[in-house]
């Protein structure tokens, strides 16, 4: 049985993003051989610190009626949608790996940020919406937006996300992206709306190579190219 007044990683992990998924649990948070790793997943269901859906038997959320849970949760996350989940896991997994290699640093998730900043989108299209970033790298003065691009948004979501972008005062934005076409939206968008890219600049990151590793992936910026640990 598990100490419930000890906080486990993986817990406070998951109160952050708002799930654990049990690929991102043995990643990062496993031990031992896989009969035990079996064990130690089901037995974080059985004592009820994570609640799971038959539907996804793999995706834990945290039970906030457990003591353990209680202790961590300064803040508790949304649940993922399930059509978002993959989104959602990749966002979660950079989250770690940024966290563990900016340990000084402090890194603030989209959930938190709904918290410190709550957005009036009351009367607004989803198109309209405004939306704060996937991830904000906070180093010093300066904040870093995050935005992890899985799928094109549309032309005019993307102007009124950068319109945003713009009001809360980033030093830069960058995108994590599959396609050159994802990138030219944005740009588009950014011309559209008179983004100030002089004075925040719009980095661009691929997705295959952020998977790898966050801090040394390229970030091209048009005029330069340089890794977080040049950045931040």
């Keep these: 049985m598990r100490a419930t007044n000890v906080v486990l990683p993986e817990v406070e992990f998951a109160v952050r993003v708002g799930f654990l998924t049990k690929n991102i649990w043995k990643e990062f948070f496993a031990s031992g051989g896989l009969r035990w790793q079996q064990k130690l997943w089901r037995e ?82 989803v198109s309209d919406s405004e939306k704060h970033p996937d991830m904000v790298v906070v ?30 005062g980033y030093a830069r934005v960058l995108y994590v992206i599959r396609s050159d076409a994802t990138r030219s939206a944005i740009l588009g968008a950014a011309n559209e709306v008179k983004f100030p890219l002089d004075k925040i600049p719009l980095g661009f990151a691929s997705v295959a190579n952020w998977r790898l590793d966050p801090s040394r992936t390229p970030i091209d910026f048009g005029h330069i190219k340089q890794v977080l640990t040049e950045i931040l």
């Design 44 to 125: 974080l269901r059985v004592q009820e610190i994570f609640n799971s859906r038959s539907e996804w038997p793999d995706l834990y959320i945290p039970n906030l009626k457990h003591p353990m849970v209680k202790g961590a949760a300064t803040y508790l996350a949304k649940p993922p949608v399930l059509n978002q989940i993959t989104h959602d896991e990749f966002v979660a997994r950079s989250y770690i790996l940024l966290t563990r290699k900016f340990p000084d640093l402090e890194i603030k998730t989209e959930a938190l940020l709904k918290r410190e900043n709550p957005l009036c989108n009351k009367g607004r299209g």
């Design 139 to 168: 180093s010093g003065r300066e904040k870093t937006a995050i935005e992890i691009e899985l799928n094109q948004k549309s032309k005019a979501r993307y102007e009124a996300i950068l319109r945003c972008y713009r009001r809360l």
